[in-house]
């Protein structure tokens, strides 16, 4: 079992910034690829980013250039860095320890 729990979200002004983090416990050993979704209002869940253990690193079109996945294994923690936010990333975000497991989401909101 892996246990996830995100924190960092909140309320942000359209070009604002925000940091989630998502610290992991349990049987992380079996961890290999990190990731970020969210899930707006009414619309499907959607994968932001990934990383592997060993930094490689992939974005949704819709975020690269402004957000930034990264991970301090020696913490088993993962963090998404969002900055010039807008208020089309409004959306709950999910950290997950792919496959299987999923946190249990922190709100973000972006006001225009």
């Known amino acids: 079992q892996v246990q996830l729990v995100e924190s960092g979200g909140g309320l942000v002004q359209a070009g604002g910034s925000l940091r989630l983090s998502c610290a992991a416990s349990?049987?992380?050993?079996?961890?290999?690829?990190m990731g970020w979704y969210r899930q707006a209002p009414g619309k499907q869940r959607e994968l932001v980013a990934t990383?592997?253990?060993?930094?490689?690193?992939n974005y949704a079109d819709s975020v690269k250039g402004r957000f930034t996945i990264s991970r301090d294994n020696a913490k088993n923690t993962v963090f998404l860095q969002m900055n010039s936010l807008k208020p089309e990333d409004t959306a709950v975000y999910y950290c997950?320890?792919?496959?299987?497991?999923w946190g249990q989401g922190t709100q973000v909101t972006v006001s225009s």
């Open positions: 990383i592997t253990s060993g930094g490689s690193t």
């Open positions: 349990g049987s992380i050993f079996s961890i290999n690829v």
């Open positions: 997950r320890a792919i496959p299987r497991y």
